[in-house]
């Protein structure tokens, strides 16, 4: 099935591009989520004007994200979080922890799909954190994780 995509979705493409994927993948999740529209003739000009839109945008989004690298290499963010036994956390750190531990530590706000874990992160340590913002663009920080003091019983 030939579909153009109306966003970012990730290793697939990016807005503008026309690609191939599977009958049931592009019918049952990209369609109806808005992700992307079939492919038709006439389909191929909305193509053409979002490539123009994202051709103006590229470098002014280019600049914003060496700035937010910047900015995200110098936070010091940092989550305190329940643990067990052998410093075993209850549960994992998500994206969305990462993004709201940025955001208190007063860095720049992020996107929590821009969030690249490579593994959860379920130990009490420190780690590094990548954080796509642009093609072009990888930004890494450093995320810390400490357990919370426990209750005497």
Known sequence: MKIILTHEVPNLGSA???????NGYGRN???PQGLAIAWTKGG???????QRARAARQIHDLDKARSIADQLKQTDAHIVARTGDGDRLFGSITAADVVKAVDEAGGPKIDRRRVELTSAIKAIGTYDIAVKL???VTAKFKLQVTPAK???K
């Open 16 to 22: 503008g591009d026309v690609v191939e994927v599977k």
């Open 29 to 31: 999740y990209l369609l």
């Open 44 to 50: 191929q000009k909305e193509v053409d004007a979002i």
């Open 134 to 136: 642009h093609p072009e």
């Open 150 to 152: 426990r209750r005497k």
